[in-house]
């Protein structure tokens, strides 16, 4: 059983002085930890120790209440607070509480490791897949490649290299645990040196250099329910990374991207048509033929009397839920298409119905026309 050395003065561990502010004491401790982080340094004791080291006087000096009392008393004013009375047992402790100093470096910052050789599943994958309207409103299926970790069949996953084992650990003589003692307790944590495996690899596999790993390209095929959206996400359980000491293979996430259509556009679940009318079937009413995604033309009816920008709802032309709920509405926007070429005959028609027009003023147009007479005479500002 590993015996503690006599601990370090805090100050010199995280190699600041005494009136060092928080800013400061904060950058010294990331950089130690980014330096020894034991996922930079697989197997390597001495780092884990200083990283550990390290959490250990950052969770003190980064307090001002158990600073404050460091500086007083020493080592023994901040024994038995929280972690650093017994040491951290543990690098998982140190993620848990230091996580977010570690953001944005890549490393699991919140993976726990620990409780021995115990089944961990292995990493979640991403990728992502873009398909048309057409085909998200139908459903589909599609072939996409990956890449991901699988066990090396050279060593079969242990990472040593054939004929070889892999050493018992001796820091742990194998069990994967570790137990030490804290205060009254006896507490049992995962070997920092094996990381739990009880092994420790020193003839490494020349085809994985050790790591029991090989990336390989995988096909795989995405059944894609009928009304999926950008954004959503496909999950293909047991299609990620394979997990470790038996545990579960990690799932692949299937991000969907769904292209732009030229003839509708998407609200939620429904889908919007912009369809162009004349302006004799907006005033005398008329029955027009409109696109749907799936089911070819429909006919529908727009009333005497429609303006531009008036919605007319087709009951369930939109897109399909995914979660096997209502189908979305087609949502028909029709707009009044005035021509910008025409014909002599089309020409003089209007002329007349100009003439018409002045001589018989709707009540809509009366009014506006007397708001607009109000505002230039200021009768109504
Ligand atoms: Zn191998
Ligand atoms: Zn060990």
């Keep these: 059983m ?75 004013g901040v024994k038995g607070a929280g972690h650093a009375g017994g040491g951290f047992q543990d690098v998982g402790d140190i993620f848990e509480m230091f996580g977010d100093l570690f953001e944005g470096f890549g490393f699991g910052g919140s993976r726990r490791r620990g409780g021995g050789p115990r089944p ?8 992502s897949l873009t398909i048309d309207l057409r085909d998200a409103a139908k459903g589909c299926s599609r072939e996409i490649e990956i890449k991901r970790r699988e066990l090396c069949e050279t060593c079969n996953g242990s990472g040593a290299k054939p004929g070889s084992t ?42 994985c250099s050790g790591s029991g790993r090989k990336v390989e390209k995988v096909r795989l095929e995405a059944r894609i ?3 999926v959206d950008t954004g959503m996400s496909l999950c293909l359980r047991g ?25 509708f556009e998407r609200d939620g679940q429904d889908l919007i048509c912009h369809v162009p009318i004349t ?14 995604l799936l ?14 920008g008036e919605v007319f709802r087709i009951r369930g032309g939109g897109m399909p839920d995914p979660r096997g709920g209502r189908a979305g509405d087609l949502l028909v926007e029709v707009y009044i298409e005035v021509p910008r070429k025409m014909s002599d005959e089309q ?30 005479t200021g009768e109504n500002s």
């Design 225 to 227: 329910p009928p009304g």
């Design 166 to 207: 892999a050493a018992k650990c001796d820091y742990c003589n194998g069990h994967g645990q570790v137990v030490q003692s804290q205060g009254f307790f006896r507490v049992q944590t995962t070997c920092p040196a094996c990381r739990g495996e009880g092994k420790i690899v020193r003839d490494k596999c020349a085809d």
């Design 239 to 263: 299609e990620g990374e394979p997990g470790l000491n038996g545990g579960p293979r990690g799932d692949l996430y299937v991000e969907i991207n769904v292209k732009e259509h030229n003839l």
């Design 120 to 127: 961990t599943q292995g990493d979640h994958l991403k990728a």
């Design 2 to 76: 590993p015996t503690m050395a006599a601990k370090r003065d805090y100050y010199e561990v995280l190699g600041v002085k005494k009136d060092s502010s928080t800013d400061e004491i904060k950058k010294a401790y990331k950089k130690l930890a980014l330096a020894n982080h034991p996922d930079r340094n697989p197997g390597d004791q001495a780092a884990i120790d200083r990283f550990k080291e390290a959490a250990e006087a950052f969770e003190v000096l980064s307090e001002s209440d158990k600073r404050a009392r460091y500086d007083r008393f020493g080592h023994e």
């Design 347 to 376: 020409r003089e028609l209007l002329l007349k119905l100009a003439e018409l027009e002045q001589a018989n003023v709707s009540q809509h147009r009366e009014s506006f026309f007397d708001k607009v007479k109000d505002w230039f």
């Design 295 to 308: 089911d070819g033309k429909k006919n529908q009816h727009i009333d005497a009397g429609t303006h531009s």
């Design 279 to 292: 302006y004799s079937q907006a005033a005398l009413g008329a029955d027009i033929e409109v696109p749907t």
